[in-house]
DNA sequence: ATGCCAATGCTATATTGTATCATCACTGTT
DNA sequence: AACAGTGATGATACAATATAGCATTGGCAT
């Protein structure tokens, strides 16, 4: 079994566990994510899954799975990129921390890390003492990969 | 002199030391931002021109100003909510450090605050420990405003 | 079989953003 | 004042992202 197999056989478990379902369909979109390990647009997605599954999902569609995969936390939305990625912690019980995304501005590549406990209340306290109330915290960051970062700096 | 306008007088002397110029048009949308103190988009401050200068400002237009403002750091675009946001620095010397935007889901209000520098470093060896090369750091977090967090947990 | 309800399809449309080329307006020079 | 050069703006078209609203399907419990 490969390990996006396994990931995704995690997710399913996941949603059962909620009461929910991991359609096919779902499925689709979920393995697209995964397989690319990288932040895809809708619209990519519904292109992946015509390539792949010969499956012409509407693009309303893919949106409304996407909501539903953002719900079950099996996937969150780039607002730096407005794009989606798979959760890199489906399979270690899934435990939902605050994330902090880096994303590779030249291939997109995007690597989700968990902040410290001290960074998350450090950054709580700067939330409250301005008198506002944190409802969903999740940082994005433009990096570079180093991949990247090398190929860009050796052209200059 | 009103406040907004002590405002233009700084930002447009700050262009000046760049060898820029802040133009009529670009002080239009300039002070749509101040004026409103909240996140708009790019659509909004055409109407904005429209109804208070009857200046009928081309899309395209607002966001090549946008750009400019952006570069010239008197404005900042907020990824979550695709819409921009005055720069809260603009008098106080203007050095820019980096920001933490709190962005109010109902209101779009927005508070601009400096983050400190021991979490900036924390944040940023994050980064460097996962292999990423930092390019430009600016958090933004959905928050609920005093006013909007009071009138919705009385409703519920 | 039937009826329910979540999931999906379909169509249209809104919103955000960019590409491209034309035109305007200010500046300095003659 | 005429002129050219350059940055700013206009105009048009279009791409990309996202949502609204209503129709249809399909699995499941009774």
Known sequence: MNSIQSIIDHADQSCKEHGEKLTSKRKQVLSGLLKSG???SAYELVDYCKKEFSENLPAMSVY???????QEQLVHKLN???KFVACSHIRCGHVHAVS??????SCQKV???SITQEVLEELQKNVTDAGY???SPQFEMNCLCDACFSASSSCN
């Open 111 to 113: 690597k989700e890390i």
């Open 38 to 40: 990288r932040a895809m």
């Open 80 to 82: 730096l990129a407005n």
């Open 64 to 70: 409304r799975i996407l909501d539903f995969l953002q």
């Open 133 to 135: 109330h944190l409802q």
């Open 100 to 105: 902090q995304f880096l994303i590779c501005s």
